[in-house]
């Protein structure tokens, strides 16, 4: 008679965890896999640290004298001429202030706040690190003084843009007749013959002529001595100035009543022999 077998004898057996298993690993978990869990836990913890590191540490240095505005330049054609806002003015024009940070330059706002100017034509506004604000203004042109009945005078640039106003006019410049004067940065309208007319003035006939005047034969020159020069509707009025200019070399204006130089190569002289003596 064969003896029992011992309790569990013959009965398949748990092997347990492999040697070197760590207590609590759970069955059939690779002893690695748990290290490797842990070892990505660790890495993306230093990420997120670094993270914020260099968050902190660049919002810090943003606001440090490392990244503050040291110098706002204006630079571009005649940047600090003699007409219009110097070159100070227009820095001040952009709010922008020295030692403020350079990551807070609102340069959208320096162009719109520097374009307001009148005399002011384009304008960019860039950052050069580290620490320079560039302003590129390219300024508008004076070419005529406008003169309004009341004998307000403004300063107009080729297209009319109304540039300043001013107490008198300004020497060297020619001077337009107008009914009235715009405020400044506006473009005035029905400017166009005139202005054609200035920027076809030669130096010869400055001497000549006291102002450009609209009417309804189109521009008339006030001469010196009450004279009248008739212009007329020019495309741009150099031949009707270059005929104008060779009669004034041919008669006595104490004499002229009106030149009429519309038809340019056959102008007409108008006398007034009691004016004559």
Excluded: K
């Amino acid at each position: 008679m064969t003896d029992p077998a011992p309790p569990g004898e013959g009965e398949a057996r748990d092997p347990g965890p492999p040697a070197g298993t760590p207590v609590g690993t759970p069955a059939g978990t690779p002893a690695g896999t748990r290290e490797a869990g842990r070892s990505r836990r660790l890495v993306m913890a230093w990420i997120a640290l670094a993270v914020v590191v260099v968050g902190v540490g660049g919002f810090v240095l943003s606001r440090s004298e490392l990244l503050d505005v040291d110098e706002v330049r204006v630079v571009g054609p005649a940047a600090d001429g003699g007409w219009g806002p110097s070159a100070g003015d227009l820095v001040v024009a952009t709010g922008i202030e020295v030692g403020s940070p350079m990551l807070g330059v609102d340069v959208h706002e320096a162009v719109r706040r520097v374009a307001a100017e009148p005399w002011v034509a384009s304008v960019e506004v860039d950052r050069r690190w580290p620490g320079t604000v560039e302003v590129w203004v390219r300024r508008r042109v004076p070419v005529a003084n406008a003169l309004d009945p009341s004998a307000a005078v403004a300063v107009l640039d080729a297209e009319g843009t109304v540039l300043e106003h001013r107490s008198r006019p300004v020497d060297g410049l020619p001077v337009v007749r107008v009914e009235r004067l715009g405020r400044a940065g506006t473009r005035m309208a029905g400017l166009a013959p005139l202005l054609r007319a200035v920027d076809a003035m030669t130096p010869e006939l400055d001497p000549w002529i006291v102002a450009l005047v609209p009417a309804a034969s189109g521009v008339v020159a006030e001469l010196v001595g009450g004279v009248e020069a008739v212009l007329g509707h020019g495309e741009d009025y150099h031949d009707e100035f270059r005929s104008l200019a060779t009669v004034l070399t041919r008669v006595e204006l104490a004499c002229i009543v009106e030149i009429d130089v519309s038809i340019h190569a056959s102008p007409v002289v108008r006398r007034d022999e009691a004016r004559c003596g």
